[in-house]
């Protein structure tokens, strides 16, 4: 069973716009990942964000962490063609070695 | 630096086949992971080593083995491949069990 689900399944904007990607979870987490995934190739590490940060920011990356409702989003300001990709929100188990996946946002930038 | 890698990168079998997926990794992590990726879905564990000479089951380890034949090398391995066996295969490594960096995968088919 998968931890992290991830909303919407796909989102397409256009160049310039932000897109913003939710992701709930279902048990307590230490931290909380998100990495992005280009057509064909493996994933690639974004931000991690512990449990008791509550907004990180990377570049134009911002993302939030409400424990609370056991829920994160991955804003991603001035969006560009070459963002296009899949997203995928990842837990730990609480135990320490195992990652949890969600199912991924399909994002689409128009140029 | 290579990174990550994977071989090979395309294989087609034969239902009833056995084959051994290669992973290899060159940055002294400690942690290694094998996943797999079915379409529209994010990643599922199959198996995992924490340390040299430590393997441990995910969520999906029925039809797999695993050797982690050094701290650099982690294979998977398919004794009897079934059609449900058809997918994209990752590899991935981390020092901490956090940003886990992965390889570029490897597509396998069975018919």
């Known amino acids: ?111 | 630096n290579a990174g990550v890698t994977q071989t090979p990168k395309f294989q087609v079998l034969k239902t009833g086949q056995s084959m051994t997926l290669q992973c290899a990794q060159d940055m002294n992590h400690n942690s290694m992971y094998w996943y797999r990726q079915d379409p529209g879905m994010g990643l599922r564990l199959i198996y995992y080593s924490a340390s040299e000479g430590t393997t441990d089951k995910g969520e999906v380890p029925n039809g797999y083995n695993v050797s982690r034949l050094n701290k650099r090398e982690f294979s998977l391995r398919l004794e009897s491949a079934a059609p449900s066996q058809t997918s994209v295969y990752f590899c991935a490594s981390t020092r901490s069990a956090y940003e886990q960096y992965f390889g570029p995968g490897t597509r396998l088919t069975v018919t």
């Open chain 1, 1 to 111: 069973s998968q931890q992290g689900e991830e909303d919407p399944q796909a989102l397409s904007i256009q160049e310039g716009e932000n897109a913003t990607m939710n992701c709930s979870y279902k048990t307590s987490i230490n931290n909380l990942q998100w990495y992005r995934q280009n057509s064909g190739r493996g994933l690639v590490h974004l931000i991690l964000i512990r449990s008791n940060e509550r907004e990180k920011h990377s570049g134009r990356l911002r993302v939030t962490l409400d424990t609370s409702k056991k829920s994160s989003s991955l804003l991603i300001t001035a969006s560009r063609a070459a963002d296009t990709a899949s997203y995928f929100c990842a837990t730990d188990d609480g135990g320490g070695f195992k990652t949890i996946f969600g199912a991924g946002t399909r994002l689409f930038v128009k140029a």
